[in-house]
């Protein structure tokens, strides 16, 4: 009896930690595969090489990807950037990045995911219009982009739903209607972001650029490049209108 109990439990434990090793395994494997580039660098509107890298960009004027649809940074301009290692590995880093606006000296520096969050989640008090998106969250979706005026004290009624939202909030239950896992802001723009560090193969994501001028005041941006190894070089990620 004792040594069938014991069998039992370590057969229970067993399976607990091949359940708990498959989801750590799974989980790695979905981070990896948000940022796999699922085109070449060629097929990118700018793209340069390098003896050991190349590099991809597009421009998505405000447009942050998410997993079904995209969030929209009022304040950032976007731009997507894949990387190509070669035979041997390429450190990634946002310092790596910089804009040029207009053809001016002076550059923009790429922006951190969480201080994009903060401009998302926690809008200035100054009314303008704004522009609703939806973000996908697995098969469902969440609105973004139009968020309401964050209360300054509890019972504040500044911060209740803006006009123009919907009354009715999008569907986030899957097929057995579920509710499905919640996924901040935070989270949905760290996914979405450039990963940092050592790459081995293909990587892509956002780089966030603050911005609050008029986009037609933009005529040319220039994404740079300089690693400080001696890789240096510029793609034009918005050439010049052509008249």
Known sequence: MLMGLKYGIDGDYTRCVVRRLSFVLLAASV???QYEVPRKASEYPAHASWQRFEIGAEYLVHSIPADNGSLFARDYLVVEVAIYPGKQPVIILDAHFTLRMNGKKSVLNA???SFVAASIKYPDWEQRPELIGTAGVGNGSVMVGAP???PRFPGDTTGSRPIGLP??????????????????VDELIARAALPEGEARTPRRGALF????????SIRTLELLYDDTHG?????SVLPPATP
């Not at 890789?231 to 793609?235: D, I, T």
């Open 167 to 184: 009354r009715k909030e999008p569907d986030n239950t899957d097929a057995a209607g579920q509710p499905r896992p919640y996924v901040s």
């Open 148 to 150: 309401a005026p964050t």
């Open 111 to 113: 922006e951190s995911p």
């Open 31 to 33: 981070a990896t595969a």
């Open 209 to 216: 650029f603050a911005f609050q001028g008029k986009l037609k």
């Open 231 to 235: 890789n240096r070089g510029s793609l």
